[in-house]
């Protein structure tokens, strides 16, 4: 089978790759595109390990083919902080020690970001559903969620 030519913009910026037509997107981004902050966690679309938005949506990237990125946008968490400048949600998630062994950290920063560019201010309660789809082994969610809360206060109060 021949390759895949795809051409998609990720973090912002436009990409070119090759990629074999059964190659998964995290693959992908792990492989030739260098970006392992997504991580492996059960190739099945349960844990949100590998979540990244697509076009806006909060996907996991493991059930996503890589061919399928033609002519969309990609954000991984490779794109959230500016520069040495990091996202209110990662700091966030530092200041509420929110992370421990850091396999679901990544996914769980992009899905809070999905969340919070749809609903600035969400309820604990909210912000639980959206993360059901993101396991963590180390922290009890506890922490994570008071991080998410309070990054999105922070967030509210910024100038747009």
């Excluded at 604990?124 to 559903?129: A, D, K, N």
Aim: aromatic share 4%; proline share 4%; charged share 20%.
């Amino acid at each position: 089978m021949p390759k895949v030519h795809v051409t998609t913009t990720i973090n912002g910026e436009p990409m070119e790759f090759l990629c074999e037509p059964y190659e998964t997107m995290l693959d992908a981004l792990r492989g030739q595109l260098g970006l392992t902050g997504s991580k492996e966690g059960c190739s099945s679309g349960d844990c949100g390990a590998c979540s990244i938005t697509l076009d806006g949506r909060l996907v996991c990237s493991c059930l996503m083919l890589a061919a399928e990125a033609e002519g969309h946008e990609i954000k991984t968490i490779e794109g959230m902080a500016h520069g040495e400048t990091l996202h209110p949600l990662q700091q966030k998630f530092l200041e509420h020690a929110a992370l421990q062994c850091g396999i679901c950290t990544s996914g769980m920063l992009v899905a809070s970001e999905a969340l919070l560019a749809k609903n600035p201010d969400p309820s604990e309660e909210q912000v639980r559903f959206w993360l059901a789809g993101n396991l963590c082994r180390c922290t009890g969610y506890d922490k994570i969620v008071r991080a998410v809360l309070d990054a999105a206060a922070e967030m509210r109060e910024m100038p747009r």
